[in-house]
């Protein structure tokens, strides 16, 4: 099946630094691709939704400048944390999907961040 | 606004038993719903995708029913394996093709 890679698998990063988050299709055009945070326990919520060379669509709540979102290339998306906090601390997961199939979607091996 | 529910307690099945996950739905008229399955630390693992207008759908020892009326999922693992364990997550997608994700259900099969 269809492959998404997420790197760094995980970073610990002081508070006000920025994280920069990859995420690839290896072998796949993405036309979209989604950003998630799941908190221990918890679901996985939607942050925002990136479609290749227009600005992401960010959900209620999520602050586009502080989680800004690059869909540069079919390929690719980054998630860059500015001035991270402790509490942005979180797993964040990528999935990518397929424009010829609406369905199913491709999901990266997640990220962890520990902001210290 | 719309609801997803998947039960929050585990469940504890014996190897070789059939596990049933409940999803259940309100407020939302989905084009398809899907299975995933995730493990500790890991991202979701694509399993089974079900549309709007089938009933059930079969991979291998995996089945998924979908009633619209009752708006409900129910997702079955039959001979079922220690090295199922893991949390299966149902997702609902509508219209604007925008997933949402239930909270998962924690599956332990003892051996």
């Known amino acids: 099946g269809a492959v998404v890679s997420q790197h760094p698998s995980w970073v610990i990063c002081k508070s006000g630094t920025s994280v920069k988050i990859e995420c690839r299709s290896l072998?796949?055009?993405?036309?979209?691709m989604f950003w998630y945070r799941q908190f221990p326990k918890q679901s996985l919520m939607l942050m925002a939704t990136?479609?290749?060379?227009?600005?992401?669509?960010?959900e209620q709540g999520v602050e586009k400048d502080k989680f800004l979102i690059n869909h540069a290339s079919l390929t690719l998306s980054t998630l860059t944390v500015t001035s991270a906090h402790p509490e942005d601390s979180s797993f964040y997961i990528c999935?990518?999907?397929?424009?010829?199939?609406?369905?199913?979607?491709?999901f990266g091996p997640g990220t962890r961040l520990t902001v210290t | 606004s719309q609801k997803i529910e998947q039960n929050s307690e585990a469940l504890n099945i014996q190897e070789g038993k059939t596990a049933t996950l409940t999803c259940n739905y309100t407020n939302y008229s989905p084009a398809y719903l899907q299975w995933y399955r995730q493990d500790p630390g890991r991202g979701p693992v694509f399993l089974l995708l079900i549309r709007e207008n089938e009933k059930e759908k079969r991979k291998e020892r995996l089945k998924v029913t979908f009633d619209t009326t009752l708006k409900q999922s129910l997702f079955h693992i039959t001979a079922s394996q220690p090295a199922d364990s893991a949390t299966y997550l149902c997702v609902l997608t509508g219209g604007s093709y925008i997933p949402t994700f239930g909270r998962g259900t924690s599956l332990i099969v003892h051996p």
């Open positions: 990136s479609n290749e060379g227009s600005k992401a669509t960010y």
């Open positions: 999935s990518a999907r397929d424009g010829q199939d609406l369905g199913e979607q491709y």
């Open positions: 072998d796949f055009q993405a036309t979209t």
